[in-house]
């Protein structure tokens, strides 16, 4: 007499990588980047308690705004992204119907577990720097653990320009000059 068993089940959701229990699954720097995180693997099956069926995944797209919006709640940023970025914005953000890009200046790398957070910040003139970017580090490392469960292990910040109050001034009375 033969006994057959049925094949078992594979999860094929995650891919399988060699890994010591102890070692911390840290962002990859290098290779393609992942559009969603795998936050919750979950389980399958009417036994399971209801919150631990299934699984959820984080796009990379949710940590970059995130980042953004808490880093824009500080005071002292005036702007975030590098030259260019700022004028592609400050077109957009004038087309009828633009809205503003809250991921610019954002660049994130995430992991199955844990996302290192780069920044390009416009700072205004007379804030002391290294006070703005510790706030910007503290705010947005909270907000990203709290919403995505993540954990955030570096925030990297650079200051790419200094906003002066003479440099709105002249840009909105060469505004008023091309519409008068």
Known sequence: MTTQTAPTA????????PSTPSAPSVPQRTGAPRT?????????????????RGRTSIAD??????????AREIPGVYDMGGGLSRTI???RDRVPGGR???GRGVKVEVGERQTAIDLD?????????TDVARDVRENVVSAVERI???EVVEVNITVNDVHLPEDEDESTAAAASRVA
């Open 100 to 102: 503003p890009n809250v």
């Open 148 to 150: 995505t469960g993540l």
């Open 89 to 91: 914005g400050a077109v």
């Open 61 to 70: 797209v949710v940590v970059v705004k995130v980042a953004g919006i808490a």
């Open 121 to 129: 910040l416009v700072v205004e003139y007379g804030a002391a720097i």
């Open 36 to 52: 969603t995180t795998a936050v919750s693997d979950g389980t399958t099956g009417a036994d399971q308690p209801a919150a631990d």
């Open 10 to 17: 594979k999860d094929v959701s995650t891919p399988s990588t």
